[in-house]
């Protein structure tokens, strides 16, 4: 009885954990569009580098690249609705979008 159950439990695992690539694809994906829309004009300047461009705000790559960056830690930053940005009032699930895609820009090392 255990074993069948063992098998359904690793095989329901195994699916879940290769669906999570895709996800974060899709979300990066969906971040870039809104990107685009929303922060192209400040953040996403050709060869924009930290705290380049025509305002003086770091390029998303800068961003990425940054030590310890992580994706939650974006996530907070754009939660807390800095005041040197403007407040596009974000959702949850658009906050988590534009931080997939900003770290999906993280240089592979």
Do not use: Y
């Not at 809104?34 to 060869?47: I, R, S, T, Y």
């Amino acid at each position: 009885m255990l074993r069948p159950l063992m098998r359904v439990i690793l095989g329901s695992l195994a699916l879940m954990l290769a669906a999570l690539p895709c996800a974060a694809l899709n979300e990066a994906k969906k971040g870039r569009e809104l990107a685009e829309v929303l922060c192209a004009q400040c953040h996403l300047n050709e060869g924009q580098g930290e705290k380049q461009g025509p305002m003086g705000v770091p390029g998303f790559r800068a961003v990425a690249n940054r030590h310890g960056q992580t994706l939650e830690g974006i996530v907070a930053w754009l939660k807390s609705v800095p005041p040197i940005m403007p407040n596009h009032n974000l959702t949850q699930d658009e906050r988590f979008a534009l931080a997939a895609f900003i770290i999906s820009l993280r240089e592979k090392r």
